[in-house]
């Protein structure tokens, strides 16, 4: 009954920048935290940064001051800012949230994924 749609990836050059988005639609109560992850092929997803319901936010050590991640509240939506990217930041990214769907009730939901490639 939820949703998480991507869009934003594409093929940039070293230096330049993307920014990621992942609108959330269905039967959405409450929004508990979000966050992006990212995966290479036959490689671990690993997560990139989260935020929390009441803003807090944490980054990957190999993303801090590159990355920001945010959110819009009225439009459902999240974003990743991706400035100052790198040949290893070419990854599948997915975003990721936990979502109260009624009282007492959650769940844990992912995107489809999208394709960042970071190459000269």
């Known amino acids: 009954q939820v949703q998480l749609v991507e869009s934003g990836g594409g093929l940039v050059q070293p230096g330049g920048s993307l920014r990621l988005s992942c609108a959330a639609s269905g039967s959405i109560f409450s929004f508990i935290g979000m966050g992006w992850y990212r995966q290479a092929p036959g490689k671990q997803r690993d997560l990139v940064a989260t935020i929390t319901s009441g803003g807090s936010t944490y980054y990957a050590d190999s993303v801090k001051g590159r990355f920001t991640i945010s959110r819009d509240n009225a439009k459902n939506t999240l974003y990743l800012q991706m400035n100052n990217l790198k040949p290893p930041d070419t990854a599948v990214y997915y975003c990721?949230?936990?979502?109260?769907?009624?009282?007492?009730?959650?769940?844990?939901?992912w995107g489809q994924g999208t394709q960042v490639t970071v190459s000269s």
């Open positions: 990721n949230a936990m979502i109260s769907t009624g009282w007492s009730k959650e769940g844990n939901y």
